[in-house]
């Protein structure tokens, strides 16, 4: 319980600080590769497909790529962040495309919005920086309506603890705010835990098919020189099945990393 207390408040002083960290890199992932565009956004909406959504909410929105991929279907687009200059990035784009949309300025864990005031709620490559990803999900299930839509598309752990442990070192260096990436069957957990009835669970995902090189995935996350040494000394000394395991592989002098992600869906009973 010590340990598992400790871990829980060096996350939270970690991510205290992480609105910051994001304001200072809001721009590169507004034109991020990796954040624009993917399949798993593509997927996201062949799974909402036949579902009503009339109105939605982005928690943890960034720059709002998730959410501004709903214009044309969503009347009401919301995004929330705790980082101002996320939500300026979002306006931007939004205004760009001539598409109307709602700010908030708060944490994932308490969004300052009615119960029961969407059709879908989402997250996308964020809960992974939550210090609580259990009360974030708690949250956004109290925001959606009754019958509603709960989904996150964030970074995936792994089953493997040896696995899981190499790609979280790799993470945390990559980005100190990084929490955890946890695995399909956490996420289950979480998603049941507050009431929501898993509608599809979809592992082994990728941003980004071609893979993302060391090099630019450190560039979008303004990773400091000392740590992208790190990054590549750890992938060096890495077993190669270990790499493999993990979808990394060594092409024209750079590691490349798949981005390895998954979609849950639930709906609020």
Known sequence: MACITLQLRKAIAMTTSAPKHFDAIAGQYATSEVHANSPTIRRLHELLASERVGSVCDVACGPGHLALSFAGKASRIVGVDAAPNMLRQFERLAKERGVKVETVLADAGSVPLPSNSFDAVVSRLAPHHFPDAVNAIREMARLVKVGGCVAVIDLEGDENPVLDEL???????????????????????????????????????????????????????????????????????????????????????????????????????
Not at 197 to 206: H, M
Not at 208 to 223: H, Q, V
């Open 167 to 269: 790609n979280h070192k790799m993470e945390v260096l990559h980005d100190p705010s990084h929490v955890r990436s946890y695995t399909s069957a956490r996420w289950r957990e979480f998603f049941e835990l507050n009431g929501l009835a898993i509608g599809a669970l979809e592992a082994k995902r990728t941003e980004l098919p071609g893979g993302l090189s060391i090099r630019r995935w450190c560039e979008i996350g303004s990773t400091t020189p000392e740590a992208q040494a790190k990054i590549r000394a750890v992938l060096a000394a890495a077993p190669k099945d270990h790499l493999a395991g993990l979808g990394i592989r060594f092409a024209d002098g750079e590691f490349c990393i798949p981005v390895r992600t998954l979609i849950i869906l639930g709906r609020k009973g």
